[in-house]
């Protein structure tokens, strides 16, 4: 099992989560998050007081799958979520130990 | 919890203690034996009706109006503390109005050097204000309708200087401030342009308070902010607005209410009422798309806190003008209202330095200096037999007086603020805790935050 991580841009979340969700993935969790990469910050002003903010608004998407479906889950990820632009996000796929349905006790693979 | 009660306490008993018996003879005469009692004119019921209507419109200016424009403006931390200085302000304000500020401002003296100055205190506790009372100075409404209706004024002028003071006050001392701002200056102020005092009998035009409001209120904002001096972490730290969709709301609201403000300073419902509404509107839009068309060409980009506060800088213009101008010189007075305060509020504050957190100087002061020049300047008698003006009328003495009321209003108000804050601050300190400014107000001075 993988855990894949997704920072995106907060509107592609939907075309996201269709994606995922036509690949048999049958959940997901999404937090809202703040951060930056080579894309920076951007520059408010307000009545002639600027302000640098280096933290722009991202989604993050956490869905951990079967090993052999890990690539097609990115894939489908990178497609989805591209725009070309700077900003677009990054993936990262790290490994789970263990998975545990808490209502039947159900674990790992039958528990995703 | 009870300092605070005994300060205010002593505050307003020690006042009311020293202006009733020290300086009024009135009472005294009013002892020995009664004046001759005037014939009470008859009562216009749609007078009072647009009265009424004027009076809660006003109030809707300050709570929510102000209330939101200032609170979208701070930082999260301090939103509750923002709007809370509003409601506050609205609430000690309305019982000194009713004690003794109406009385200062709108009654006679009946000594004539002292009426220059300042009103009676015959309506102390407003007791001679029985059920069918008039004012003379609004003949057709009844005096109960006409002392809350400038009530109302007396809420929203000190309540502006909160966009001054914002995100480091402590809240005891701003209702002690607020308080002894509205007897010491508020109501002598108004009493020299509205009451019968200095500034009305040499022909000061100022219809429904460019001076008396805002140039007042803004002059006391620039004070608190020198005295208080900048906020912790200004030009370092991050001090973008909460949430300006409130800023927009209230801007809104103020517009709204502003209707009340000018068109019922009229204080009938007559064809001055009529033009008043129509030059606010009209001098209102030119002053925000003037503001926009600044900052479009200067920052690259329309913002929308820009559009605003451009609209409301010209309600603050068009303010002293409104009954006296025609559509044409509203169309002016807006614009020059949207270029000037513009440049004022992001240029000129940058410049000198000082921390006037949202503006109360840039806009309120400036716009209502500027409005009160230019009322004299665009004064049509054909509009109001009252207002001679220097370019329709030739009268260019006019500008003089109306020089002399700014002068005037503007030296008052930065001393005597200036002593009270001082002597606040001896008494029970001005400012938070440097802790309590970065922690936040909302939850160090009242215990509540927004999530």
Redesign the interface.
């Known amino acids: 099992m993988k855990l894949v991580m997704a920072i995106i841009k907060p509107f592609k979340l939907d075309e996201v989560r269709q994606a995922l969700t036509e690949l048999g993935l049958q959940g997901m969790t999404v937090t809202e998050v703040k951060g930056y990469g080579r894309q920076k910050g951007h520059t ?6 600027e ?3 280096n933290f722009l608004p991202k989604i993050k998407i956490e869905v951990v799958v079967p090993a052999a479906v890990v690539d097609r889950a990115v894939d489908a990820i990178v497609a989805a979520a591209k725009t070309g632009q700077i900003g677009d996000g990054k993936i990262f796929v790290v490994p789970v130990e263990q998975t545990v349905r808490i209502r039947t006790g159900e674990t790992n693979e039958s528990a995703l | 919890m009870v300092k605070l009660a005994k300060y205010l306490f002593a505050t307003v008993a020690a006042l009311a203690v020293f202006l009733i018996f020290k300086l009024d003879p009135a009472l005294a005469q009013e002892a020995a034996g009664a004046a001759p009692a005037a014939p009470t004119p008859p009562i216009n019921t749609g007078d009072t009706a647009w009265m009424l209507t004027s009076t809660a419109l006003v109030l809707l200016m300050t709570i929510p109006g102000l209330a939101l424009f200032y609170g979208g ?1 701070v930082r999260k931390k301090n939103v509750l503390a923002t709007v809370g200085q509003a409601f506050g302000a609205t609430c000690i304000i309305t019982v000194l109005w009713m004690i003794i500020g109406y009385s200062i401002a709108f009654t006679t003296n009946d000594s004539e050097s002292l009426q220059k100055w300042i009103g009676s205190f015959k309506y102390f506790m407003l007791k001679p204000m029985t059920i069918d009372a008039v004012n003379p100075l609004a003949g057709s409404i009844p005096e109960s309708v006409y002392m809350t209706f400038q009530m109302t004024f007396a809420i929203i002028t000190p309540a502006l200087i909160a966009g001054s003071l914002a995100d480091r006050m402590k809240f005891s001392s701003f209702m002690v401030f607020m308080g002894a701002w509205l007897i010491l200056v508020y109501s002598p102020i108004a009493h020299w342009v509205w009451g019968g005092g200095w500034l009305g009998q040499l022909g000061a035009l100022d219809y429904a308070g460019g001076t008396v409001v805002h140039l007042n209120a803004g002059t006391a904002g620039l004070v608190c902010a020198l005295v208080l001096g900048p906020r912790h972490g200004l030009g370092k730290e ?4 909460y949430n300006l969709v409130y800023s927009v709301i209230g801007a809104s609201l103020l517009w709204v209410g502003w209707f009340g403000f000018n068109a019922g300073s009229a204080v009938t419902a007559n064809v001055n009422a009529g033009m008043a509404m129509a030059v606010t509107q009209i001098a209102t839009a030119a002053a925000a798309l003037a503001w926009m068309v600044c900052e479009w060409m200067i ?1 690259k ?1 329309p ?1 929308i ?2 559009l605003v ?1 451009g609209a409301v800088a010209g309600l603050v213009a068009i303010t002293p003008a409104s009954g006296f101008v025609n559509p044409t010189g509203a169309l002016i007075i807006g614009i020059a209202a949207g270029v000037v305060c513009y440049f004022a ?3 000129v ?2 410049a000198f330095g000082y921390d006037d957190a949202l ?1 109360a100087f840039g806009v309120h002061a400036v716009g209502g200096a500027l409005g009160a020049m230019m009322t004299g300047m665009f004064a049509s008698s054909a509009i109001n037999s009252a207002g001679k003006g220097w370019l329709i009328d030739g009268n260019a003495h006019q500008m003089l007086i109306q020089f002399y009321d700014v002068a005037g209003t503007f030296v008052y108000c930065a001393v005597m603020t200036f002593i009270i804050l001082k002597v606040i601050d001896i008494i029970m300190g001005l400012r938070v805790s440097q802790a309590v400014e970065v922690e936040g107000l909302d939850i160090n001075l009242h215990g509540e935050v927004v999530q």
């Open positions: 408010e002003i307000y009545r002639g007081a302000y640098a903010v | 403006m991050n001090m973008a607005p920052a980009k913002s806190l820009g506060s509020a992001v240029h504050k940058k503006d």
